[in-house]
């Protein structure tokens, strides 16, 4: 897959991201720093580094899954596959200008 054929997925794969909400913050999980990497292979795998705002997260086996899906639909994404990871902790920080002025978090 060449280099301009990935960045033109990453950025479908970052505009399916915007379409999926954490339920305790109304703003959406890529512009939250929900969305810690996005790595796409030669063959159209996309796999997703995310984590959730805690552990007790309401939604922490639901929304891995239903991001996963999003991304498998994009057309041509050859299979999705999203890690959910710890590390670091997700903090208020990690928000995007545009979330913290949303939620006035600013």
Not at 76 to 81: C, D, E, L, Q, Y
């Amino acid at each position: 897959m060449e280099i301009a054929a990935k960045i033109a997925l990453e950025i479908k794969v970052i505009e399916v991201l915007t379409t999926c909400f954490d339920p305790e913050i109304p703003t959406n999980i890529y512009d939250l720093g929900l969305v810690y990497g996005i790595n796409i292979d030669d063959e159209a795998n996309v796999h997703t580094i995310m984590t959730l705002t805690s552990p007790s997260c309401p939604v922490a086996g639901t929304l891995p899954p239903e991001v996963e899906e999003k991304i498998r639909n994009i057309p041509g994404v050859s299979s999705s596959n999203v890690e959910v990871t710890w590390d670091p902790a997700w903090s208020k920080d990690m928000m995007s200008e545009t979330a913290k002025f949303e939620t006035g978090m600013m």
